[in-house]
T-cell receptor
């Protein structure tokens, strides 16, 4: 079955620096990947997604990289801001709209 | 805000009781998925409903059941509550075909505590 894991449970970053969050997945059939941000007391919020036919996708201050060879994806946040403090989850989907989430990485932004 | 609402916000039940959680999807969204999120963990897929029919189920026992209604609302029912059912329950709605993927919009969740 699918499993998705994150390498670091907590990431502490200085305000203004770049953040990199990593994620590994196990199911080679996964064809769609999403990064979510979850703040305390709220549901997950969509950040950026990428399909398996791409290896990079950029959004506003965020970039997702996908390496299908080693089944790894990462989320890069440029110029991290205090509002970026949250738990970040990667999720993978292999067939029909059913997501498998990783365990989450907490990002703490230091002023 | 995603336009997805859930009720109640918090709920306390005792072991063996039954609970019903409710979700109101974004207007027009034909797919709703339910997830269980234990403290400090990622959400776990419970099941999904597409056009009022179950469209996939995760590794959860039959005492977890659901309904989806034509008015874009849905319910998650849990019978014979166990202590391990204590978690944040999330619903997510999307506009998707049975086998397609589109962005899922999550509600704020219902925090269930089982004593």
């Amino acid at each position: 079955g699918e499993s998705v894991g994150l390498h670091l449970p907590t990431l502490s970053v200085q305000e203004g620096d770049n953040s990199i969050i990593n994620c590994a997945y196990s199911n080679s059939a996964s064809d769609y990947f999403i990064w979510y941000k979850q703040e305390s007391g709220k549901g997950p919020q969509f950040i950026i997604d990428i399909r398996s036919n791409m290896d990079k996708r950029q959004g506003q201050r965020v970039t997702v990289l996908l390496n299908k060879t080693v089944k790894h994806l990462s989320l890069q946040i440029a110029a991290t801001q205090p509002g970026d403090s949250a738990v970040y989850f990667c999720a993978a989907e292999a067939a029909g709209n059913k997501l498998t989430f990783g365990g989450g990485t907490r990002v703490l932004v230091k002023p | 805000e995603t336009g997805v609402t859930q009720s109640p916000t918090h709920l306390i039940k005792t072991r063996g009781q039954q609970v019903t959680l409710r979700c109101s999807s974004q207007s027009g969204h034909n797919t709703v998925s339910w997830y269980q999120q234990a403290l400090g963990q990622g959400p776990q897929f419970i099941f999904q409903y597409y056009r009022e029919e179950e469209n996939g189920r995760g590794n959860f026992p039959p005492r977890f059941s659901g309904l989806q209604f034509p008015n874009y609302s849905s319910e998650l029912n849990v019978n014979a509550l166990e202590l391990d059912d204590s978690a944040l329950y999330l619903c997510a709605s999307s506009l998707a075909g049975r086998y397609a993927y589109n962005e899922q919009f999550f509600g704020p969740g219902t925090r269930l505590t089982v004593l």
